[in-house]
């Protein structure tokens, strides 16, 4: 393991940031820290970076206790939401700071810096200030300048958070890739689920200051560990006492069998390629989501009755359980 949180707790004041926090964060692989805001992913990086000190419990990097170590002994790269470039500096210089502090020889840093610069795809930026980048470049340049001391651990707040989504998803494709290149531990916060499913290795989901679940993608999507991380993690509806994805519920118009339920088509909306169908059964509303041929082949509209059956696949955890998390989302 490269990172190794244990027993963490944080407090703001009466606040608790941190609740017992226990994470293993394992070498060279891509982790994501996910859950909505003010959950303390932000804190738990920052602990783990040195800028905040746990109030007890302790971090380990690579075997090393770094619980009271400064940020500068830690060997961490360190990349921020809103990135604080040296604006008199060209993109080269800033990349080449931390190098240059390190009084290292001037023909390795050149080489250095040009490697880094075609890794994030600066090199014809190199002469450029900082204010003459986009913002995706910008944080392309943080990310550089980052890994230019060879960090042990790549620790990243939101580094897209401020992009639009488009430059957003291209960074994250972009950020995978450099990371199957790099293969640096790297540890990203993320509020955005769909970011963490589709860029990290491992996702630990982090809610009011507790872990709610550690695991891979498709662990987490396909065995949530309750209704939190399920609800989280995608859309859901409640069929009975079970909460269940709208994809995963199929809708005929034969006879029902067991388990199947009955109900009417209250609502009919397109959404691109999908269409996604209110059915209102005995317990309430359900929401169904299927492709826009299934649903022509049905003929259905508003008012129709219709047959509902959970796919026998389907991820479900029981919707009683409302943990105090969902509830509030
Ligand atoms: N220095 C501080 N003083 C007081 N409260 C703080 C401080 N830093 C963080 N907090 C509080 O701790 C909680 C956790 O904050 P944190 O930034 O870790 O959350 P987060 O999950 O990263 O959320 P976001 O995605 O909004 O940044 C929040 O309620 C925040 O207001």
């Known amino acids: 393991m490269s990172i190794e949180i244990s027993g963490v707790n944080k407090r703001f004041g009466d606040f608790v940031a941190l609740d017992d926090v226990s994470v293993s964060i394992p070498s060279g692989r891509l982790t994501a820290l996910l859950g909505p805001s003010g959950g303390g992913k932000s804190t738990l990086l920052r602990i783990i970076a040195g800028l905040e000190t746990a109030d007890s419990g302790s ?5 090393v206790d770094a619980t009271k170590l ?30 240059e502090i390190r009084k290292r020889p001037k023909d390795e840093i050149r080489s250095r810096v040009d490697e880094l610069l075609a890794l994030v795809h600066l090199e014809q930026f190199a002469d450029r200030l900082p204010s003459q980048l986009s913002g995706g470049q910008r944080q392309r340049m943080a990310l550089a300048r980052a890994l230019a001391v060879q960090p042990t651990v790549l620790l990243l707040d939101e580094p897209f958070g401020a992009l639009d989504a488009k430059v957003r998803k291209e960074l994250r494709d972009w950020l995978r890739r450099l990371h199957d290149e790099v293969h640096v531990t790297t540890v ?20 009011e200051g507790r872990v709610e ?11 949530p560990a309750n209704d939190f991380v399920m609800r989280f ?26 388990g199947d339920v009955t109900g009417t088509v209250t609502r009919i909306t397109r959404i691109g390629f999908e269409m996604r169908l209110e059915v ?4 309430g509303p359900v929401t169904v989501t299927t492709t826009r041929n299934a649903f022509l082949g049905l ?29 509030a989302s």
Do not use: M, W
């Not at 679940?213 to 065995?223: A, E, K």
């Not at 859309?235 to 269940?244: A, E, I, K, S």
């Open 188 to 207: 990203f916060v993320t509020h955005d689920q769909e970011e963490a499913l589709e860029v990290s290795d491992e996702i630990v989901v982090i809610n």
């Open 59 to 63: 971090v380990e990097i690579e075997g």
């Open 233 to 258: 993690l995608g859309p859901v509806t409640t069929l009975g006492d079970q909460l269940v994805r709208p994809h995963d519920l199929h809708l005929h118009g034969g006879d029902p069998e067991p």
């Open 70 to 99: 400064p940020p500068q002994k830690r060997n961490v790269g360190f990349v921020f939401q809103h990135y604080a470039a040296f604006k008199h500096l060209s993109v080269r210089r800033n990349v080449s700071f931390g190098l």
């Open 280 to 283: 209102l059964v005995d317990g």
């Open 299 to 327: 003929g259905l509209e508003v008012g129709s009755t219709v047959v509902v059956r959970a796919d026998p696949d389907a991820s479900t955890v029981g919707a009683g359980a409302v943990s105090a998390g969902a509830k």
């Open 213 to 223: 679940q550690i695991g891979s993608p498709d662990d987490l999507y396909d065995r």
